[in-house]
């Protein structure tokens, strides 16, 4: 394993903020060039101005709505015809909803979470992994503590994130023979715009110090994505110290 991400190229998807943006950030000044995803262009605009700028790397932004297949594979072949190929896809798009009991569940609302972070996911996998094969690279998918124990508020959203783990995990053991690593990332609460179940965004419902910070996130996705064949950072937690004292 190695610190540096020297001319490595990264593509992250739900870039324009919170986790994604500072992932973008984080692999950047480890010197990996970005291409930045999501659906809020001028937001990545800015970012990828930022990055270049910070870091003295390339940064691209091309906007892309995950759950469009033919966009995804514009996206990943744009990466590539850009910079050569791909050595680190972040997996990161993914959007929740308040949700009420499930008979009064709205349809939309389920079909948005199904469609963002399920298909969503198993588009960009789709896309990347011959490229990633090519350079050996790492394929790391946000996955959350949500996916890993029952979340009753949120059965539906918890339901996505026990999808990307397994997915993430049963991936691992097809790709890791070609020399990808595939990596969950599974946090507790992260101070972003995401909502809480009661609809207030974590960012305005936790203070600092009560929760981890995006950056905290994109820490741990950047030890995943500076992992070299032959190991794999499989599964890493990044769990509140405290998070299970009233469970």
């Known amino acids: 394993m190695t610190d540096t991400l020297t001319d490595a190229t990264a593509l992250v998807t739900g870039a324009s903020s919170g986790i994604g943006a500072a992932t973008a950030r984080e692999l950047a000044s480890r010197g990996a060039n970005v291409v930045l995803s999501a659906r809020r262009e001028e937001r990545l605009e800015t970012l990828a101005a930022e990055v270049t700028r ?43 909803r308040t949700e009420t009991a499930i008979e009064d569940l709205d349809l939309d609302a389920y079909r948005q979470m199904m469609d963002v972070n399920c298909d969503g996911m198993f588009h960009v996998a789709r896309a ?64 972003t715009e995401f909502g809480s179940e009661d609809g207030e965004s974590f960012a305005d419902a936790l203070d600092p110090g009560d929760a981890a910070e995006p950056a905290d996130v ?30």
């Open 54 to 96: 910070d870091h003295d790397v390339d940064a691209v932004a091309h906007p892309t709505d995950v759950t469009d297949a033919d966009a995804v594979e514009a996206l990943v072949d744009a990466a590539v015809e850009r910079f050569g190929g791909l050595d680190v896809v972040v997996n990161n798009a993914g959007l929740g």
């Open 128 to 191: 990347a992994m011959p490229h990633l094969k090519e350079r050996r690279g790492n394929l790391i998918f946000l996955g959350s503590m949500a996916g890993q124990y029952p979340r009753p508020g949120a059965p539906v959203y918890a339901a996505t994130k026990w999808w990307t783990r397994g997915f993430a995990l049963s991936l691992q053991g097809s790709a890791g023979e070609a020399g990808v690593g595939v990596t969950a990332i599974n946090p507790t609460e992260v101070r």
């Open 218 to 247: 994109a820490r741990a996705i950047a030890f995943a994505a500076a992992q070299e064949d032959p190991n794999v950072v499989q599964e890493l937690d990044l769990f509140r110290r405290d998070k299970f004292s009233d469970w």
